[in-house]
T-cell receptor, first 116, second 116 residues
Framework: DAGVTQSPTHLIKTRGQQVTLRCSPI?????VSWYQQVLGQGPQFIFQ???????GRGNFPDRFSARQFPNYSSELNVNALLLGDSALYLC???????????????FGPGTRLLVL | AQKVTQAQTEISVVEKEDVTLDCVYE???????LFWYKQPPSGELVFLIR????DEQNEISGRYSWNFQKSTSSFNFTITASQVVDSAVYFC?????????????WGLGTSLGVNP
C-alpha cells in the first residue's frame, strides 16, 4: 500500500506570492494534519481535518488555510508569503485523527518551501 | 502545560557503539501517549513506537529498545550496535488523553551521527 504522498517536493516562491501544497493520505485514513517544521525545530501543528471538516487549528495566521476533499486528500494554502514561511511542510495521515487517544500519525515526505 | 525536552542536541558515535537518546516530558494528565519518530535527511518522519502511560514495560525491537519510567517522566531510546543508516534526527512526542486533542507536542529533536 502506498504511504502518505505530498506534492510538490520542493518549491521556491517570492514574498507576497501564494502557494498550494497537496497531500494524499494512506488508503483508509480519513484524517489529515498539517505541520510546519523550520530548520532545527520540531514540527508545529497547523491544521487537522477529518471527513472534510476542520477539527483543529494551531497558532498560525489567517494567511494559512486548508481543505479536505471527498477522497480525503487535502490542500494547504498560504497567502502573502513571508520569508519566515520558509520551512518543511509535513502532512500526516491517521484513521480518524484522535491523536489524544493515541492514534498514530504517519507522515509524508514533506514539501520544502523556500521564500525569497 | 505539556512539554517535551530532548536535552541532547547532537550526538556523534562510531559505528557499533550503543547510544541512548533521552526524552523527558511534562504533563498534568494521568493518561497520555508517547511517541518516537525518526527523520532521516530525506525529511520524512518515520514512526518508531507508541507507548501509553499505563504500559511501563520496556520494549525491544531488533537493535532498538525503549525505557519508559513514569517516576522520572522519561522515555529514553537506545540503539544497540549503531549503524551508519541510523544517522538521523530523532524526535520524541507527547499527546495527552483528550478526545478533542488533535496534535502532538514535539521535542526539538536529537541529531544522531553514526560514523564508519
Amino acid at each position: 500500500d502506498a504511504g502518505v504522498t505530498q506534492s510538490p517536493t520542493h518549491l521556491i516562491k517570492t514574498r507576497g506570492q501564494q502557494v498550494t501544497l497537496r497531500c494524499s493520505p494512506i488508503s483508509g485514513h480519513k484524517s489529515v494534519s498539517w505541520y510546519q517544521q523550520v530548520l532545527g525545530q520540531g514540527p508545529q501543528f497547523i491544521f487537522q481535518y477529518y471527513e472534510k471538516e476542520e477539527r483543529g487549528r494551531g497558532n498560525f495566521p489567517d494567511r494559512f488555510s486548508a481543505r479536505q476533499f471527498p477522497n480525503y486528500s487535502s490542500e494547504l494554502n498560504v497567502n502573502a508569503l513571508l520569508l519566515g514561511d520558509s520551512a518543511l511542510y509535513l502532512c500526516a495521515s491517521s484513521l480518524r485523527g484522535f491523536v489524544g487517544l493515541g492514534e498514530t500519525q504517519y507522515f509524508g515526505p514533506g514539501t520544502r518551501l523556500l521564500v525569497l | 502545560a505539556q512539554k517535551v525536552t530532548q536535552a541532547q542536541t547532537e550526538i556523534s558515535v562510531v559505528e557499533k557503539e550503543d547510544v541512548t537518546l533521552d526524552c523527558v516530558y511534562e504533563t498534568r494528565d494521568t493518561t497520555y501517549y508517547l511517541f518516537w519518530y525518526k527523520q532521516p535527511p530525506s525529511g520524512e518522519l518515520v514512526f518508531l513506537i507508541r507507548r501509553n502511560s499505563f504500559d511501563e514495560q520496556n520494549e525491544i525491537s531488533g537493535r532498538y529498545s525503549w525505557n519508559f519510567q513514569k517516576s522520572t517522566s522519561s522515555f529514553n531510546f537506545t540503539i544497540t550496535a549503531s549503524q551508519v543508516v541510523d544517522s538521523a534526527v530523532y524526535f520524541c512526542a507527547l499527546s495527552e488523553n483528550a478526545g478533542n486533542n488533535r496534535k502532538l507536542i514535539w521535542g526539538l529533536g536529537t541529531s544522531l551521527g553514526v560514523n564508519p
